[in-house]
């Protein structure tokens, strides 16, 4: 799993996964995730494009950085997931915690 960093300033985190988020790609990028979305807490769009599989363990982390981002005044948004991904974070009610949108500039809109 590897973390991307496609904009960063003063107001937004924009972030890129790629690869799987299950235990270990989890363990590899949790660290700089959460320090990158919650430890200044800004607007954050995750861009799931190049994520090919979610475990629970990978639901488990984006909760709790949403939930982190929510009680310090941030927000995060997840864009632009593959079929399979979108079905994972849908059934497993992902969705209803974090918003899940096609693309960026439907996940901008949300952070206004």
């Known amino acids: 799993m590897r973390l991307k960093i496609i904009r960063e300033d003063e107001s937004i985190v924009h972030l890129g996964l790629q690869g799987r988020l299950d235990v270990k790609g989890v363990t590899d990028i949790q660290y700089e995730f959460l320090q990158r979305t919650t ?7 995750v861009d799931l494009s190049e994520v090919s599989y979610v475990a629970s363990f990978g639901i488990s982390m984006l909760v709790s950085a949403a939930r982190e981002l929510e009680r310090k005044g941030g927000k995060l948004v997840l864009s632009n997931p593959n079929p399979l991904v979108r079905k994972t974070i849908e059934t497993s009610g992902l969705h209803g915690i974090v918003p899940l949108v096609a693309g960026e500039t439907a996940a901008m809109e949300l952070l206004r």
């Open 39 to 45: 430890w200044v807490p800004k607007r954050t769009i």
